[in-house]
């Protein structure tokens, strides 16, 4: 069964901290997302890729960065942690540009 | 602009009560509509792609179909474990996915 494994289920930091959240698939996808889910406002893409090396951004990507060096692993780096950056984040993944995506079970980042 | 649009944003239902979620989108070349099923806690998780207008799939008691300007979602005889909330994307000229709200969906015994 294909998999989309984030490494923390929760995760508590202080403002001002540099945060990482690490994403890894074992499905041998080019594509790799990672969005932030909070109340009323849906889904939104903070950053993507195509491949290895490369980076896109997507709808709200101030405050964040992502590194994708290897082709199963894409993480995402909140430089200096803000309460407003409180919010589940979601890593999803795609064979291809025009396949569906698979989530992984997500991170409940808390910052304090 | 992409949009997606889903209603209602809560739906209670009794066990047994049939009912549809409805999913628009702004029309300007659609390359896949999905639909996702999320628990609360977890990511959500793939349920139907829908690629032209006439198109229906079934799992279990969903049924998704797709017209030219919408989607709908049919849950037939729901039971209390298909409470969740379901989300509907469609696929923008890019390739990346447009996520809907949501409707969160409680279906008591």
């Known amino acids: 069964d294909v998999k989309v494994t984030q490494s923390s289920r929760y995760l508590v930091k202080r403002t001002g901290e540099k945060v990482f959240l690490e994403c890894v698939q074992d499905?041998?996808?080019?594509?790799m997302f990672w969005y932030r889910q909070d109340p009323g406002l849906g889904l939104r893409l903070i950053y993507f890729s195509y491949d290895v090396k490369m980076k896109e951004k997507g709808d709200i990507p101030e405050g964040y960065s992502v590194s994708r060096e290897k082709k199963e692993r894409f993480s995402l780096i909140l430089e200096s942690a803000s309460t407003n950056q409180t919010s589940m984040y979601l890593c999803a993944s795609s064979p291809e540009r025009l396949g569906g995506y698979t989530f992984g079970s997500g991170t409940r980042l808390t910052v304090v | 602009e992409d949009q997606v649009t889903q209603s209602p944003e809560a739906l209670r239902l009794q066990e047994g009560e049939s009912s549809s979620l409805n999913c628009s989108y702004t029309v300007s070349g659609l390359r896949g509509l999905f639909w996702y099923r999320q628990d609360p806690g977890k990511g959500p998780e793939f349920l139907f792609t829908?690629?032209?207008a006439g198109e229906e799939k079934e799992k279990e008691r969903l049924k998704a179909t797709l017209t030219k300007k919408e989607s709908f979602l049919h849950i037939t005889a729901p039971k209390p474990e298909d409470s969740a909330t379901y989300l509907c994307?469609?696929?923008?000229?890019?390739?990346?996915?447009?996520f809907g709200q949501g409707t969160e969906l409680s279906v008591k015994p």
């Open positions: 499905m041998d996808h080019e594509n």
């Open positions: 829908l690629y032209s």
């Open positions: 994307a469609r696929r923008n000229q890019g390739g990346k996915l447009i």
